[in-house]
Antibody
Framework: EVQLVESGGGLVQPGGSLRLSCAASGFTFSSYEMNWVRQAPGKGLEWLSY????????YYADSVKGRFTISRDNAKKSLYLQMYSLKVEDTAVYYC??????????WGQGTLVTVSS | SSELTQDPAVSVALGQTVRITCQGNSLRNYYASWYQQRPGQAPILVIYGETNRPSGIPDRFSGSSSGNTASLTITGAQAEDEADYYCNSRDSSGNRVVFGGGTKLTVL
């Protein structure tokens, strides 16, 4: 069974940092491109970042470029999102997603990040 | 950058057909995908590559496109189809993904 399980969310103060993880199982992790997508409370979906299967190609949304860093460890079947300089408007549920827009598209259940003083 | 525009809300009578649209210039160059999101759940892909259904998605869901507008059609809407629907595509660079604002579908 394919599974993506996000973790690492929580309450953080503005200006703080947080590292999200996404643990994959049930498929050959290294064969798939991965993405992070977030959803602010009551709002729509926002794509954040992409990483290729081997990690050699990375893209970011303008809203997080320079503050967030995507990475992966294929040996550990894990995807990461390191977030710095967090703002109140970064408050959202953060999803990892496999093969976004493709036939094997699959999302985790998300982890909530709350940025508040 | 690119924007995708969706109607905020649409309603359909049970068993009837509904079309949800997504407009944006990037749709002239890149296929749309469509997601269904029920409350408290992660999004599920229902259409990819403009017209393709992933395995397990009922055939009452179909996708189409014309010019700068992509459409998701549900033929014979069921109560369980009540959800938020999001389109997505790529921006002008082709490297970034953009989502529409979402359409809340109510099945009456």
């Amino acid at each position: 069974e394919v599974q993506l399980v996000e973790s690492g969310g929580g309450l953080v103060q503005p200006g703080g940092s947080l590292r999200l993880s996404c643990a994959a199982s049930g498929f050959t992790f290294s064969s798939y491109e991965m993405n992070w997508v977030r959803q602010a409370p009551g709002k729509g979906l926002e794509w954040l970042s992409y990483i290729s299967g081997r990690g050699g190609t990375i893209y970011y949304a303008d809203s997080v470029k320079g503050r967030f860093t995507i990475s992966r460890d294929n040996a550990k079947k894990s995807l990461y999102l390191q977030m710095y300089s967090l703002k109140v408007e970064d408050t959202a549920v953060y999803y990892c997603a496999r093969d976004l827009r493709g036939p094997n598209d699959f999302w985790g259940q998300g982890t909530l990040v709350t940025v508040s003083s | 950058s690119s924007e995708l525009t969706q109607d905020p809300a649409v309603s359909v009578a049970l068993g009837q057909t509904v079309r949800i649209t997504c407009q944006g210039n990037s749709l002239r160059n890149y296929y749309a995908s469509w997601y269904q999101q029920r409350p408290g759940q992660a999004p599920i892909l229902v259409i990819y590559g403009e017209t393709n259904r992933p395995s397990g998605i009922p055939d009452r869901f179909s996708g189409s496109s014309s010019g700068n507008t992509a459409s998701l059609t549900i033929t014979g809407a069921q109560a369980e189809d009540e959800a938020d629907y999001y389109c997505n595509s790529r921006d002008s660079s082709g490297n970034r993904v953009v989502f529409g604002g979402g359409t809340k579908l109510t099945v009456l």
